[in-house]
């Protein structure tokens, strides 16, 4: 698979092109609303001071790191606020890979994508370790895959593209298998407001030298387009002291800061959104599973009922998950997914659906038809 180049635009662009209405359930853009914090933040910055229209402190604001330190239970010197969990992911990764020995990077299959595309362009080893049918990831294949060579490890809980969540004893495995190779846990939390199963676990509940947790207000405030996003680092006075400060120094010289006001508009929205907020969201996207797995019980397709995220993976009969058939479902049913394929070979068969689209009842009447 040719994970340099992302797929997910291809799938978009050819929807968007369809001489037909489709239902796009290709990218994880949420289709809800920000919390109203958060717009009262950015109206509120329309008029700030000439100077807080100037660079933010590069590892973002202080008073945001705070409020992320406070509710991660960390200090805020492990803290460095990022263009994104894409961003954190980075410097997280290049990071592993400086400091660990080793040139391998340990992903899963299915992998999301942007792992393995930006492992190739870092020219590390890949190796890819198969979740199980169920989407859960065993520790014990993870630990048989890891190695010397082994300097990153990249696990994702609740899991794009399967749903599945690694428990607190996975979670504690995969720390252990880290510190064992000398190697550094990556640990992508963005989907951890979403939470159906009560089972997600943070790999910070683990004070370790080989952790950095990555994460962002893309998917839980629906903002994927302010991109504030954050990495936990390990403690500076720690084994693994140098990691946060290169990190940061990685990020000055991209970026030289963040974006001041949407981690201002951010700030405002976590000192002021009520946990029922992501109650809401939560089940809203309860409501939308429980539709769409009716509908692919209906066609007969096989999936797994997510316990996190907002995806769904579907096999259906004699139906592979190429583009050519993902293509021939824009055209004929009208719903666009992305192929299995391009989350490796493992999902070859299966369809990835995002759930976030109103029209989820639509677009699981439009599968049923065309399956039937
Ligand atoms: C697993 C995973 N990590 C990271 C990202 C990117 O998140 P962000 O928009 O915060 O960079 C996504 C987006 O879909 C994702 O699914």
Excluded at 26 to 44: Q, T, Y
Excluded at 60 to 68: F, Q, V
Excluded at 163 to 175: N, S
């Amino acid at each position: 698979m040719d994970y340099e180049t992302p797929q997910f635009f291809r799938v978009m662009q050819y929807a968007a092109r369809a001489d037909r209405d489709v239902v796009d359930m290709v990218s994880g853009n949420p289709d809800w609303d920000p919390p109203d914090g958060l717009r009262d933040g950015l109206r509120d910055y329309a008029e700030a001071d000439a100077d807080e229209y100037q660079y933010a402190p590069s590892r973002g604001l202080k008073s945001l790191r705070e409020e992320i330190a406070a509710r991660r239970d960390v200090t805020v010197d492990r803290v460095v606020v990022t263009n994104g969990t894409g961003e954190a992911n980075h410097l997280a990764m290049t990071g592993g890979l400086d400091h660990f020995s080793g040139d391998e990077i340990v992903l899963t299959d299915p992998v999301y994508p942007y792992y393995a595309g930006r492992a190739n362009f870092l020219d590390a080893e890949t190796t890819f370790v198969a979740a199980g049918d169920d989407g859960r990831l065993d520790p014990e294949t993870v630990r048989a895959a890891a190695s010397d060579e082994t300097s990153v490890i990249v696990v994702n809980s609740p899991n794009n593209p399967t749903g599945a969540i690694y428990d607190a004893d996975a979670m504690a495995e995969f720390v252990a298998i880290a510190e064992d190779h000398d190697a550094l846990l990556v640990s992508d939390e963005v989907y951890d407001h979403f939470d159906y199963a009560g089972r997600f676990a943070s790999a910070l509940e683990h004070d370790s030298p080989n952790v950095v947790a990555t994460n962002a207000f893309s998917k839980s405030m629906a903002i994927t387009g302010l991109r504030v996003g954050y990495a936990v680092f390990p403690s500076p006075d720690g084994p693994s002291g140098d990691l946060v400060d290169r990190a940061a120094t990685r990020h000055m010289l991209t970026n030289v800061s963040g974006s001041r006001p949407a981690q201002y508009a951010v700030e405002r929205a976590l000192q002021t959104t009520s946990p029922e907020y992501y109650a809401e969201c939560r089940r809203r996207l309860e409501r939308r599973i429980d539709t769409f797995c009716a509908a692919l019980d209906a066609a007969g397709a096989e999936y797994n009922r997510p316990e996190g995220g907002f995806y769904v993976m579907a096999r259906f009969p004699d139906f592979a998950g190429s583009f050519e058939n993902v293509y021939e479902l824009v055209d004929e049913a009208g719903v666009a997914g992305m192929p299995g394929e391009a989350f490796g070979e493992s999902r070859s068969d299966w369809i990835r659906f995002a759930l976030v689209t109103p029209r989820v009842e639509e677009a699981a009447e439009r599968l049923g038809n065309f399956f039937e």
